[in-house]
């Protein structure tokens, strides 16, 4: 459905206030009429015949229509009112119902900008297109009344002015679309510049940065130039429709005098081209043409035309749509431990993960962070990722993820190929590239990532844990998934899945189980733990990580922040430097120098042990014994062999994510 049967929809609507618009409107063009009328008449029936009080009787009344229509106008207001605000109410409940649907990052700006900016330009659309309709009618009438040979002198321009405006309303439509477009692509490319800056002059991708902004900004000015060439052909509507209907008039009056019209008839033609015709046209061109174009965008971007039937489906294909061997199954079955199985994955192919050759630098000159990757991680498998700060651990997770996109080689997930997203990483041949920042699960395709950050949205339980569902999830399988993960006690305290929830009233590892179950609970079998319990004690972590190694057909990655993380795991790779050792904990002891200083790092003999004696590794140890509010977390993200300093870890604060 187009804008304008969108508008037209919406006019049908509010025929009473449309009705009352017009009522008033016709009040106000009132004076429009008597001011030439009474002019006419004041000169020929008065001061020329040598009538003075006549003629000062018509210009009273032209006095008294003035009074009259300023009180229309004021009423006119009201009923422009009535019309415009039900437009800002819907605009604002269709781009919060979208946001919160869809997670749309524009849903603020459509809010705070887009929606005002629609609502005034619609308001004003509404007064110069009312104002030159009643007020063209008002003059028109009053030329035919006066002698209809003024008619037969103005309406023909006027008309050919207006009929000439209206064919470049939709080209102009399209060039100003065109230039907003360029103008938002060159904000949000400079908004990922900013950030990235230094990055930029360290890989010394200037050259390369500036001259992709160049182009971008070449686009806006051809567009620039398009708009502004349209825009001339503004001022020959003007001279058509305004301009000419006055010369006309001039270059005819011997010859109007001659038939019979009145020299007061003239001065009164005069004074509808000039104090009404002529200003209505100017209001309606420069409104009509700037403002009405805008709107059309910004109508057109708030309320998007619905995709087509067929292709619904597709956004809850994960969970709907058919298997490869068969028909769709019901998806939201409750399960018995809450694992949650989609019936639309194809089966499995190959490994749950395969990295084959893998480099990726943070820009063309940068020394690789990862370089020449080999791994294969089986289905079912539990991997742990260990090494010290700023070694690559997140990069290599957020590649996996297809937050960034690797310089060289290739990823799979069960056979699929990972390809990174442009909005968040780097172009293949080079360019400034960094980790988009995540705030909770995200599930993409076969995968799902778990950062530190985990983000709770205000809502009910159950809708933080089903964000990542596209159907409701059965209460039962919110309690096993919340039991399975340690979140049980929690949702009971809160008041079950019904619950509101308040992320400002929750500590962080309590968001942190949200988030974990949220993602338990999503039909990824591949879970990407990004220090994902980084704010959970010892026990909370160790039955969180088990129940996703548990997950039947479920694969568990997971960077260590614990020793203990890594001797849960079957296979532990350390990463260290462009180098990568994979293998079980006492393989890694024999083999891997680094493993065994980072295995010291985190037990060191003066540390006060973070387990309870009932701990079967008790070997995991607090930063030091004087860090006061660390709520026994183990801190091993500091270069091999140093402790992280008190005022780096604050209580219930977060830590910097590695790069």
Avoid at 236 to 246: N, S, T
Wanted: some cysteine; glycine content about 12%; overall charge positive.
């Amino acid at each position: 459905m187009t804008v304008y049967r969108r508008g037209l929809r919406f006019l049908r609507a509010r025929r009473r206030a449309v009705a009352a618009l017009a009522a008033w409107s016709v009040v106000e063009a009132g004076q429009t009429f008597l001011m030439g009328y009474a002019l006419a008449r004041a000169l020929d029936e008065g001061f020329l015949a040598g009538r003075a009080r006549t003629g000062l009787g018509w210009l009273g009344v032209a006095a008294l229509a003035v009074v009259v229509g300023a009180y229309g106008t004021r009423r006119v207001y009201g009923c422009v009112a009535a019309l415009v605000e039900p437009l800002r109410d819907q605009l604002v409940r269709h781009v919060v119902a979208r946001g919160v649907r869809e997670g749309d990052g524009g849903a603020l700006s459509g809010l705070t900008q887009q929606v005002e900016i629609a609502r005034d330009t619609f308001a004003g659309l509404v007064m110069v297109s009312r104002s030159f309709l009643f007020t063209a009618a008002g003059a028109l009438i009053g030329l035919c009344s006066l002698d209809p040979l003024l008619l037969l002198v103005v309406a023909p321009p006027l008309a050919a002015g207006v009929a000439l405006f209206a064919l470049t309303l939709r080209p102009l439509a399209r060039r100003q679309e065109a230039f907003l477009v360029a103008d938002e692509e060159i904000a949000a490319h400079l908004g990922g510049i900013c950030p990235a800056l230094r990055d930029i002059t360290a890989a010394g991708a200037e050259a390369l940065v500036t001259a992709d902004a160049g182009a971008r900004i070449g686009v806006e000015l051809r567009a620039a130039r398009s708009l502004a060439r349209r825009g001339v052909l503004r001022v020959a509507c003007l001279a058509v429709g305004g301009q000419l209907p006055l010369v006309l008039l001039l270059a005819t009056a011997p010859r109007l005098l001659a038939h019979g019209v009145t020299p007061g008839a003239l001065v009164g033609a005069l004074a509808y081209i000039t104090q009404s015709l002529l200003p209505a046209l100017q209001n309606l061109v420069h409104g009509l043409g700037t403002s009405g174009s805008r709107l059309e965008v910004v109508l057109r971007r708030l309320t998007p035309d619905p995709p087509p039937a067929a292709a619904g489906p597709a956004v809850t294909r994960q969970a709907a749509g058919p298997t490869a061997g068969g028909p769709a199954r019901p998806a939201a079955q409750p399960r018995p431990l809450g694992v949650p199985v989609c019936a639309d994955h194809p089966p499995a192919r190959g490994p749950a993960l395969s990295v084959s050759a893998l480099t990726f630098a943070y820009g063309p000159g940068a020394v690789p962070v990862i370089e020449n990757l080999d791994l294969r991680v089986p289905r079912g498998a539990h991997l742990a990722v260990v090494g010290p700060s700023g070694i690559g651990k997140s990069t290599l997770v957020a590649l996996v993820a297809g937050l960034l996109e690797p310089t060289s080689g290739t990823i799979r997930v069960l056979g699929q190929p990972v390809r990174g997203r442009a909005a968040h990483g780097r172009t293949a041949r080079g360019g400034s590239a960094r980790i988009q920042p995540v705030r909770g699960p995200t599930a993409c395709g076969q995968r799902v990532l778990i950062p530190q950050e985990a983000y709770v949205v205000t809502g009910t339980l159950a809708e933080n844990l089903g964000q990542l569902r596209p159907r409701p999830v059965p209460e039962a399988e919110l309690r096993a998934a919340a039991e399975a993960v340690g979140l049980g006690r929690l949702m009971e305290r809160l008041g079950g899945p019904a619950a509101e929830v308040d992320p400002r009233a929750l500590s962080a590892g309590e968001r942190q189980l949200i988030a974990l179950t949220r993602a338990y609970l999503s039909y990824a079998p591949l879970a990407l733990l990004d220090e994902a319990t980084c704010h959970l004690d010892p026990e909370a972590e160790e039955r969180a990580e088990r129940a996703f190694a548990a997950r039947p057909g479920g694969t568990l990655v997971v960077v260590a922040h614990r020793i203990s993380s890594a001797r849960r795991a079957a296979r532990v790779l350390v990463l260290d430097g462009r180098r990568a050792l994979l293998g079980d904990h006492d393989e890694l002891v024999e083999r891997s120098p680094l493993y065994r200083e980072l295995t010291g790092s985190w037990s060191r003999a003066d540390s006060k042990p973070a387990l309870a004696p009932r701990d079967p590794d008790r070997v995991d140890p607090v930063a030091g014994p004087g860090l006061a509010g660390d709520r026994r977390h183990v801190v091993a993200h500091g270069p091999v062999g140093q402790m992280q300093a008190a005022r780096d870890l604050g209580d219930g604060g977060t830590r910097g994510r590695e790069g």
